[in-house]
């Protein structure tokens, strides 16, 4: 690939992998958590998480998520992209996850999409919200988060991020309704 085709095929992995996701929203959407492996994930991976990893290494200090820029950059771009497929906006934060650690009880107050760019952990998902029927909390999806996957997780319902063996580096796209 040349040097001027290089953004080009870039930006249509953009494209793919946002198109993947509204796709995947499209029929989820409010109904369950859905995980999708879209298409041009390793393309943007392998792009944003050295830049990605850089950035949440450098709060490690004070071991709180960290806003990212939604604009320069792969990922930031694909947050646009998604955002405008959704008609909605989206903000984008980044979470470092170190050895050992847990997350637990976080409450999707909107939409989210977790993207793991560097390393992966395991994900809890309560299936009801927590106001709900406390028989049918029981439920829970549980699975292992890895680098090229996305987990949407509608809002309302409880996550539990662990499972951490080596550090990860997790982009949360929150997607704020604005015509749904």
């Known amino acids: ?3 001027e085709s290089a953004p080009v095929a870039g930006r249509l992995a953009v494209d793919v992998f946002a198109r993947d996701l509204a796709l995947c929203l499209s029929v ?4 369950s958590p859905a995980l999708v492996w879209p298409d041009g994930m390793e393309a943007l991976v392998a792009e944003s998480s050295v830049d990605d990893f850089a950035q949440a290494t450098a709060g490690i200090a004070s071991a709180v998520s960290s806003p990212a820029p939604s604009g320069p950059g792969r990922a930031g771009e694909m947050a646009e992209e ?3 497929l959704l008609g909605c906006e989206v903000r984008r934060s980044l979470v470092l996850l170190l050895a050992g650690e847990e997350r637990a009880d ?3 107050a909107t939409d989210l999409v977790l993207l793991p760019v560097q390393g992966g952990c395991d994900c809890r998902v309560e299936l009801k919200p927590r106001d709900a029927d406390s028989a049918a909390c029981a439920q829970n999806l549980n ?3 890895r680098s ?3 987990l949407y997780v509608p809002s309302g319902l409880t996550y539990t991020l662990g499972g951490v063996y080596t550090p990860c580096v997790l982009q949360v796209i929150s997607l704020h309704a604005a015509s749904w």
């Open 143 to 145: 699975l292992r988060l």
């Open 28 to 31: 989820h959407r409010d109904r």
């Open 106 to 108: 976080n409450r999707a």
């Open 82 to 84: 998604l955002g405008r």
């Open 1 to 3: 690939m040349d040097m």
């Open 148 to 150: 090229g996957e996305a």
